[in-house]
């Protein structure tokens, strides 16, 4: 009888550590996929930020330079001609 009982909590024992493994495994494909997710979220937003603040800069580079143009019209408006074509061709 002893052996039977022997047997039995051998036997569920072995099949429990097996179910522990199965859903510790599932767990960790799952964890897996959902961390990968997130990265990738990261990384997108990371890559829209650097554009708009690409944008940015951009936007502010312009601005300054129509600004200096504007001003070399007031005080030289030979060499604002030449600024002007200058900077329209650099910039794009």
Known sequence: MRN???D???RLHSCSYLCILILCLTL???SH???AKEREKVENRQTFLKLRRHQQLEKELNGYVEWICKAG???QPSLSL???LRVRCSIR
């Open 33 to 35: 996929s959902e961390f």
């Open 8 to 10: 039995f909590a051998s």
């Open 4 to 6: 039977l009982n022997d």
């Open 73 to 75: 019209m007031y005080l």
């Open 82 to 84: 030449v600024c002007m």
């Open 28 to 30: 960790y494909a799952f």
